[in-house]
């Protein structure tokens, strides 16, 4: 993020209101009364499963026309959640923030990517989506963040997923805008990119500064102030708040101008009613035009249409901080007669593995111990009598991403090819790097966590690389491969068992990513690009759903000495895309297929078919003795599952492929 630090607190200095007695402002420092403090961070967590389960029953709803104005919506079908578990339900707005929450205690306030990685491999199982799954599975792959998010990995980099799992690193950083901006971005890239980041460092900044001030075009004015130059969010932002200007009274003329330009007219590759920018740009008309008004906002995030809930959810939680439990409609925190505390004072774990239920007040109080330990950890201090304590709290803090390593694909390196590779990602690059033991290949050099040079020499070699920010050190081993020429792209025949995608049966069935990312044929296995549009090939080919065996492979006209091969996914689905099972045939000199014996597939192959395994845009190297063939093959079953989407009963089993590289 482009942040003038000076600039940026000139503005929090000059723009921020204290609105209650209980907190007080200075420069670079602002204090409040733990007991408001409190009562704020009750407010967040209840006006988020307020909003989330009043949300519910909109979610992906309001596509063509915004909801009708027959307000207020009320609970509808969540009602009878509500009751069957006899208080608040977890879902995917509320229940990741809790999993983080667990995370702070167990490490200290500001947890690694590491830590937070085997956290969402042991309790995340299931219930995931978009840029959640692709990052799950590439983390079950072995990949850390931020790769796991990113746009080379992640081909769902762009939806709504992290605007609404995040909202706890802002909880804990109350005035610290600065530092709750930063920490979003940081975690926002556990599952995405670019721009699919910005709406949720805006919600950063938001909440943050929501805990010193009350007016809501002030704090949109904020979360603008935190965003990139020149991001797409930022001009998202500037154009709702013109539209909101151009019609201050017709909300529904906003909305059709809004879903023209970042729905209707959005770019193929990422139009989803799931796109962060604009669900984004829902929930900033829904702020605009509900003024403040908790009752309003929350129907119009509804009725703004597209993921709902989501919106609903991160505004309701918003309007808790301004206002404190007082600001919140009590009808909707006890829609159950003979409740007594918000939600019945039970929060109900039915999403994660192994997260506990909890009593709402419980969460709040452990909420409140994290942002003192942060507060404190920052710069911050206590003062006064007890039941009158005040928190000065340090403006100023500044997020510093934990020292580790982020790993992710190592260099594809070929004999005779430059290479020019990173270790090191925007978070990390600034640290001392060094070499502290293993020899780097043949041809290369490294400094400063690059690596460059020409490899001369097929192989591996392993390396162990040293991190150091000054006070710590790290080390970390890396397996590196350089391997002979690729001779895919001299193949004479492309060999497969479905040579075309069947587009009927693509329209036909439950498919997620942007279509201009279908390949209609083939072809594009072997012209060395691994993602992007029309890089990815499926081998839909039917409205059968019968077990089915794909393969790849090829053939030349002279026979070749090969002893590895290596497979590129493309883009799954959640009903498939993968193989179950994977193993390399070639043709002996009698013309027939038969098996490569003792085949070696790094890393392995998941030893689930569960979809939450299952990696977006990742490379198995497949070894073996040399064989000489003039054609070879990975064949296997592709996997055939049910699915909750009625279109996808009827569709064939399938494979995804970007590239099947040979090499000798």
């Given amino acids: 993020m482009k942040r003038n630090l000076l600039i940026f607190a000139l503005l929090i200095s000059t723009t921020f209101i204290s609105y209650s007695q209980k907190s007080v402002q200075k420069e670079n420092e602002y204090s ?75 490490f200290g306030p500001e947890p690694s990517y590491s830590q937070l990685r085997d956290a969402w491999m042991y309790h995340i199982r299931d219930r995931v989506w978009l840029a959640n799954r692709g990052a799950l599975g590439l983390m079950h792959f072995g990949y850390t963040p931020p790769f796991t998010g990113s746009k080379e990995l992640n081909p769902h980099w762009y939806q709504i997923d992290p605007q609404l799992i995040n909202e706890i690193w802002a909880v804990t950083a109350p005035g610290m805008v600065n530092y709750a901006a930063s920490k979003s971005d940081w975690a926002a890239r556990i599952t995405s990119d670019d721009w699919g980041v910005e709406p949720t460092l805006f919600y950063g900044a938001m909440y943050s500064a929501a805990f010193f001030e009350s007016n809501m075009n002030k704090l949109i004015e904020i979360g603008l102030q935190s965003l990139p130059e020149n991001g797409r969010f930022t001009q998202t932002v500037k154009d709702m708040i013109a539209l909101h200007a151009k019609y201050p009274s017709n909300w529904k003329a906003s909305w059709k101008e809004m879903a023209k330009k970042y729905y209707i007219d959005e770019p193929a590759m990422t139009k989803t009613i799931w796109n962060a920018n604009l669900n984004g740009a829902c929930a900033v008309l829904a702020m605009l035009y509900g003024e403040g008004d908790f009752q309003r906002t929350l129907d119009l995030s509804c009725a703004m249409g597209f993921d709902a809930d989501n919106q609903a959810a ?64 920052k710069g911050g201090k206590i003062s006064g009598k007890k039941g009158k304590q005040m928190l000065t709290i340090n403006a100023a803090a500044v997020f510093n991403p934990p020292l580790e390593f982020y790993v992710g694909p190592l260099p594809q390196m070929e004999i005779g090819k430059a290479v020019d590779y990173n270790f090191y990602t925007d978070g990390n690059k600034n640290y001392n790097w060094s070499l502290v033991s293993g020899s780097i290949p043949e041809g290369l050099s490294f400094s400063k966590g690059k690596l460059t040079g020409t490899p001369t020499t097929a192989g591996y070699s392993e390396v162990t690389l040293q991190l150091d920010n000054g006070s710590n ?66 081998s839909l080919d039917a409205k059968s759903k019968t077990p089915k065996v794909d393969y790849y492979g090829y053939g ?81 079953d592709a996997i055939i599952q049910d699915h909750w989407n009625k279109y996808t009963k009827q569709v064939s089993g399938f494979t995804s492929i970007t590239e099947l590289s040979v090499y000798h």
Avoid at 81 to 87: A, H, M, P, V
Avoid at 340 to 356: A, H, M, S, V
Wanted: aromatic residues 12%; charged residues 20%; proline residues 5%.
């Fill in 314 to 377: 991160t505004v309701a939680g918003l309007l808790g901080v301004i206002y404190g439990m007082k600001g919140l409609p009590a009808n909707l925190y006890l829609p159950i007669e003979g409740w007594k505390e918000p939600f019945n004072d039970q929060y109900i774990n039915i999403t994660r593995y192994d997260l506990p239920d909890a009593k709402i007040s419980d969460i709040i109080d452990r909420t409140l111990k994290a942002t003192i330990d942060l507060v404190l950890l």
């Fill in 32 to 106: 409040i009364e733990i007991s408001e403090l409190h009562d704020k961070i009750a407010a967040a967590w209840i006006g988020q499963m307020i909003g989330n389960m009043y949300g519910l029953p909109h979610e992906n709803k309001y596509i063509e026309a915004p909801g009708a104005e027959n307000w207020p919506y009320g609970y509808s079908k969540s009602l009878d959640k509500l009751q069957t578990y006899e208080g608040a339900f977890s879902d995917d707005d509320t229940d990741v923030e809790y999993m983080y929450l667990l995370q702070m205690e167990k």
């Fill in 556 to 636: 030349w006209k002279s026979p070749q000495k090969i002893s590895m091969l290596a497979f590129h996914t493309g883009c799954l689905e959640e009903f498939g895309g993968w193989f179950t099972s994977l193993n390399v045939q070639y043709k002996n000199k009698s013309g027939q297929w038969v098996p490569v014996e003792k085949i070696s597939i790094e890393p392995a192959l998941p030893e689930t078919d569960i979809v939450f395994f299952q990696p977006h845009f990742v490379e198995y190297v497949i070894s073996f003795a040399t064989i000489e063939t003039n054609a070879i093959r990975i064949i296997g």
């Fill in 473 to 538: 050190k790290i080390v970390r081993n890396f397996k590196l491969l350089v391997r002979n020429k690729n001779i895919a792209p001299v193949a004479d025949t492309i060999l497969a068992n479905v040579r075309n995608l069947n587009v009927a049966v693509l329209d036909s069935c439950w498919y997620t990513f942007g279509k201009p990312m279908y390949a209609l044929n083939v072809e594009v296995i072997n012209d060395g690009k691994t993602n992007g549009p029309g890089s990815v090939f499926y």
